[in-house]
């Protein structure tokens, strides 16, 4: 939901200035009796409003990443992550959607404008080995599980109790379980450290379980609604990662990626970098140093503080998070 919100946000700011900045005259843009008021007039309105600089200044890293990385995002990308938010917001997507002043095609646009702005970030990205080792410390390989989910802290007591007598874990995740992805199975699913498809608490729990061991009751907060909920985790096939790095080397390269484009000090650094290699030259004198704290390079005097105040502040548009 947090996403859907960030890209409108982001979204009405761009379609603001990309509407009423091109070339701006003493046509009407809006009248009524007695009067009109001219485009200039206008522009020169949005201009003083609070926020303009940081609405122009992502109106100018959005299009040089949509330009320069567009044509890696499918039409299947965007799909993925529209139906994710209408997933997430449910019966009142159709009305933010509206409230926002967005049709299913302009969203789509944002959507590719932020999945842009994600692989740019990504193709600035230089991993080091002190990346793939800090990587590695948190990384847990594919295990097998079955798992409950139950809405009722009482109701989740009463299962594991009827586990602890020997009941059926498949036979009770089929009858008890509210996860729909899994109950159907008797629960089973599989997950490794960056699956997003269990909550945090219930891998964390599941990983130090042995073969055949059942957790305890879990409590999980579900990140779409808040509501919290309890689980209840079979281990069936624990798999220890062992000391050899190189086996998993995929995995770790992709965690290390994530976690540096996460990274608002590596965000800034990228941004910088495409806005110099497309050589921007801003001609508004209103606007002259909208980009000024992000084409300069930092001094070692600087803090980290305000160093990831200011990156947070110029890439608050990293909508694809």
């Given amino acids: 939901m947090k996403k859907f919100i960030s890209i409108l946000a982001v979204s ?10 091109t070339n701006p005259s003493d046509q009407a843009a809006v009248t009524y009796k007695g009067g009109t008021i001219s485009e ?9 409003i609070k926020g303009a600089e940081t609405a122009v200044q992502d109106l100018i890293i959005f299009q040089i990443f949509e330009e320069n990385y567009g044509d890696k995002i499918s039409a299947e990308d965007v799909d993925k992550e529209y139906n994710a938010s209408k997933e997430a917001l449910g019966d009142s997507f159709d009305s933010q959607l509206k409230l926002a002043g967005y049709t299913t095609e302009s969203y789509k646009e944002e959507i590719k404008r932020g999945l842009a702005y994600k692989a740019g970030l990504r193709a600035n990205v230089e991993l080091t080995d002190e990346d793939l080792k800090t990587a590695w410390e948190n990384f847990h390989p594919e ?3 079955q798992l409950i989910k139950v809405s009722s802290e009482d109701e989740a007591k009463e299962i594991k109790k009827s586990l602890d007598e020997g009941g059926d874990f498949a036979k009770i995740a089929k009858e008890k379980s509210t996860d729909e992805a899994t109950k159907e199975k008797g629960g089973e699913i599989t997950f490794d450290s ?11 729990a599941a990983f130090k379980l042995k073969n055949e061991e059942v957790s305890d009751v879990i409590t999980a907060t579900n990140s779409s609604t808040n509501a919290t909920e309890y689980y209840l985790v079979k281990m069936v096939k624990q798999q220890e990662k062992g000391n050899d790095m190189s086996k998993y080397k995929d995995e770790l390269e992709k965690i290390a990626t994530e976690t540096k484009i996460a990274d608002p000090t590596f965000q800034q650094e990228a941004v910088r970098n495409e806005l110099k290699k497309a050589n921007v030259k801003i001609k508004d004198e209103d606007f002259k140093n909208v980009l000024s704290g992000l084409m300069t390079e930092p001094s070692t005097s600087e803090s980290s503080t305000d160093a990831s105040t200011e990156a947070s502040t110029s890439t608050s548009t990293d909508s694809s998070n």
Avoid: I, R
């Avoid at 200039?40 to 003083?48: N, P, S, Y």
């Avoid at 960056?194 to 964390?204: D, H, L, N, R």
């Fill in 143 to 145: 295990v097998e599980a």
């Fill in 12 to 21: 009405s700011g761009l379609v603001l200035f990309s509407a009423c900045s």
């Fill in 194 to 204: 960056q699956s997003t498809s269990v909550p945090a608490e219930v891998k964390q």
């Fill in 40 to 48: 200039q007039e206008l522009v020169d309105h949005l201009k003083k």
